[in-house]
């Protein structure tokens, strides 16, 4: 077999690698859970060391059998989540801050008040938060001791997760990144492509510690992978999670969108090749970069989606797993007036509310764990509800398509309540990992696999279409999920 490819998605729980052949078929798949560390209220880590440790066992794992000579790597990461490390040993100064962590939160809020809102809008296109990089990498630098000292000598250097694995990967001789992920730091000039001075300067970030930023459709250098593969084979086609499943859902024409339900949860629309300034609420982004062209995005996040599901089985211990949750929920006919409003991290778009705190409303004694589990997979609704209608606003109607993956996508209940409150009928595409497959996509424009949008579209193949069911019920199942909201955020 020629032109297979392995997929590496290194999200926010696991790293996940899966080898494609050229039609986009799955071969072979190996998923490595990676540990969740808390260390104090707000903070979110994880050890970079251990996410590059299971990105060579999962790639070991997927490519044992197969030539050297017919496989190249792909890469969609975890967005924001960032490290910093030292240039002259390759090790980390501290575990990598991730995007759910809010130790930021001050410098934002000093920012902000400083009116700085519109420089860092106008150059970004993002809201000044901690889920963005940039106060993670300050916060670093301020607090770990002697940071400051050795970015003045130029020796640190900082990326996201795609930055650190291709450097590990190709044992330190490529310092890359692509576009998308670049545009989710808070430090990168949306309109010149390019790192921002003004924006460095506002957060005291050294240039010298930045990575170059390339196409999504490029070769971001090889790897023998510590000489496990006996010639070496490229690393090609790198975007973040969010813009991968844009691609993986052949959103290549303006007013395309999808939604990625995962452990947290992206609503992202392409606006076409000029960066609009967002509406309240939404960020624009990089959508992807390829064929000499860049594609801009409309994008609102959600940071508990997923993770929520996980919070009620593990944590609270109401369930066994997420996927029981479905024959749970619809053993009682309604709510019973229970909202569960999921800000463990604050709240993202449209709210933006990163101090507020998770909650459980309107419970009563005859409230049951069958009411709280099934309030916790409408929140998953309420809030792509909550972004997409923003969005169509912004769009003046013209959000035309609406698809989605990630694997709440196999629950029926949630995708039914999902178009009933979208008013719009959702596309669930057969390929669960949208994410690894655009970033297979766009290996294959990088090495001329294919050449053009319109040679990847008859890969798109559609498991269902979830059509929108009139319910008397459903504005006021919304106006109870908005008053929830309201009373958190004005806690």
Aim: overall charge negative.
């Amino acid at each position: 077999m020629s032109n297979l490819i392995i997929a590496i998605d290194q999200s926010t729980s696991a790293t996940k690698a899966m080898l494609f052949d050229e039609n986009c078929n799955v071969l072979a798949r190996h998923d490595i859970p990676h540990k969740q560390f808390y260390p104090q209220a707000g903070f979110v880590e994880h050890d970079p060391e251990e996410i590059y440790a299971n990105t060579v066992e999962a790639i070991k794992a997927v490519s044992a059998g197969h030539k050297s000579d017919s496989l190249s790597i792909a890469l969609t990461n975890q967005r924001e989540t960032v490290v910093v490390w030292n240039r002259l040993t390759g090790k980390p100064i501290a575990n990598a801050v991730v995007w759910q962590d809010t130790r930021g939160q001050h410098q934002c809020s000093v920012l902000k008040a400083d009116g700085k809102a519109d420089l860092v809008m106008s150059r970004s296109g993002l809201l000044i938060d901690p889920n963005f990089s940039a106060s993670g990498v300050a916060w670093l630098l301020d607090n770990v001791p002697g940071a400051r000292a050795a970015a003045s000598r130029d020796e640190l250097m900082m990326g996201t997760i795609d930055t650190w694995l291709i450097y590990k990967l190709t044992d330190g001789a490529s310092f890359k990144t692509d576009t998308t992920n670049a545009s989710r730091t808070m430090l990168f000039n949306i309109h010149t492509l390019d790192w921002d001075d003004d924006l460095l300067a506002l957060f005291d970030i050294p240039r010298s510690m930045m990575p170059e930023v390339l196409p999504c459709d490029s070769i971001f250098g090889e790897t023998t992978l510590s000489g496990f593969f006996k010639s070496p084979i490229q690393i090609a086609g790198v975007l973040g999670d969010s813009h991968g499943a844009l691609v993986g859902q052949m959103c290549f024409t303006e007013g395309v969108g999808k939604v990625t339900y995962g452990t947290g949860s992206s609503v992202m629309v392409n606006i076409g090749d000029c960066p609009l300034p967002p509406p309240p609420g939404l960020v624009t982004s990089v959508g992807f970069s390829a064929w000499g062209k860049t594609f801009y995005a409309y994008e609102g996040n959600i940071y508990s989606t997923g993770a929520t599901l996980k919070w009620i089985s593990d944590q609270l211990k109401l369930i066994d797993s997420p996927a029981l949750m479905e024959a749970e929920a619809t053993s009682v006919p309604d709510n019973g007036g229970v909202y569960i409003v999921p800000a463990f991290s604050g709240l993202g778009a449209p709210w933006w509310k990163p101090t507020a705190k998770a909650a459980i409303v309107g419970m009563s004694f005859a409230t049951t764990r069958a009411h709280v589990i099934r309030a916790a997979l409408e929140s998953i609704a309420f809030q792509i509800k909550d972004l997409v209608s923003t969005m169509s606003d912004a769009l003046n109607g013209k959000l035309t398509e609406l698809s989605a993956d990630g694997g709440p996508t196999r629950n029926v209940f949630l995708m039914q309540l999902q178009a009933d409150l979208l008013g719009c009928p959702l596309i669930l595409t057969e390929v669960e990992d949208a994410s690894a497959l655009g970033a297979v996509l766009m290996n294959g424009f990088a090495r001329g696999v294919w050449s053009s949008p319109k040679d990847v579209l008859p890969l798109k193949k559609v498991k269902r279409t979830v059509s929108p069911v009139k319910r008397t019920d459903i504005n006021a199942l919304y106006d109870g999920w908005l008053h929830a909201v309201n009373g958190v955020c004005n806690i």
